[in-house]
């Protein structure tokens, strides 16, 4: 196997007996590095501060992070023509901020007979947003409600936007 030293340096094609014995007489611990490599590459180093250290870099690699979140936006097939601007505006600020949305459009009573109704209002919602995001998911009936799911297009995500 080759072997690496505890501070990086390169000792060399070692059989495995004077490898363990190397690792015993440093008071580290004999970690294989590359299974997959000819000859496997094997490293002398603590194996506990190496585990420590890897579990810091996770944790500082999430910090980092930003998660996707699905927000929803309601409406319903009669929505006035300023309450839709003002949720498409309110969508869109979701969108730049990374995250995806679902909009729903709620059919209540008589409402649930004209279906294309609310289809409307979605695809106005879309065609409004243009290249802020994109339809994932096409409107779909679900029951007494119709929706639809947009994600941000990666061009336009910014950082928090202050609310609208």
């Known amino acids: 196997m080759r072997?690496?030293?505890p501070n990086g340096e390169q000792i060399g094609v070692v059989p495995l007996l004077r490898a363990l014995e190397m690792a015993r007489d440093s008071n580290n611990n004999l970690v294989e590095v590359s299974p997959t490599a000819q000859p496997p590459v094997c490293r002398?180093?603590?194996y506990g501060k190496f585990k420590y250290e890897q579990?810091?870099?996770?944790?500082?690699?999430?910090?980092?992070?930003?998660?996707?979140a699905l927000k929803e936006m309601r409406l319903t097939p009669k929505i006035g023509e300023h309450d839709l601007g003002?949720?498409?505006?309110v969508i869109e600020s979701f969108l730049q901020e990374g995250d995806k949305v679902k909009v729903t459009v709620r059919f209540k009573g008589r409402e649930n007979a004209h279906p294309e109704l609310g289809r409307a209002v979605l695809e106005e919602v879309a065609k409004r947003l243009g290249t802020s995001g994109s339809v994932e998911r096409a409107p779909l009936l679900e029951g007494r409600s119709m929706s639809m799911i947009l994600t941000p297009t990666a061009s336009k995500i910014k950082g928090p936007v202050a609310p609208v």
């Open 3 to 5: 072997l690496i030293g």
């Open 86 to 89: 003002f949720k498409t505006n």
């Open 55 to 68: 579990t810091r870099k996770e944790r500082e690699a999430r910090k980092h992070q930003k998660t996707q």
């Open 44 to 46: 002398l180093l603590d």
